[in-house]
């Protein structure tokens, strides 16, 4: 969030697995202003969900844009008209899901879980080791960690 070691996905937070910081006490409007991390005309995020669920080709692509809501809540800016973010989806049809409730769930779950995910990438991320590189968060942030 904005310039500190917060995440938006904090509400989601399970067992600490991006160091259990949660929300902090006031968000500003600097930590809602636009900013661009790394380049400066894109950010793409790639990611997967993968379910052991029986799923049709229509089912697979709405879990694919439920993913997508897990990249709103983890980035800001999320889908800006330059980045080229995707979420690939697959299922390895072992489990048939009982009905439409089921489904909502694994939407739903799906959208957390992607959420859950980029916080945690980058909570568990090192900076490459190149001169110029960008340093990750546990660089910004060591007695966080």
Sequence with gaps: MGEGPHFWSAPFERNAEFGGLGLP??????????????MNTTAT???????????TKAEAHRLAIRGHDGFARALLPAHLPLDGDTIFTAATGTKPLAGVPDFLELCHLATLVMARA???????????????AQPAWRDRYPDRC
């Design 25 to 38: 006490s006031r968000i500003s409007e600097r930590d809602t202003a636009m900013r661009l991390k790394g």
């Design 45 to 55: 995020t790639i990611g997967a969900i993968v379910t052991d669920a029986v799923l």
């Design 118 to 132: 980029i916080a945690r990438g980058v909570y568990e991320a090192t900076a490459l080791p190149v001169e110029g």
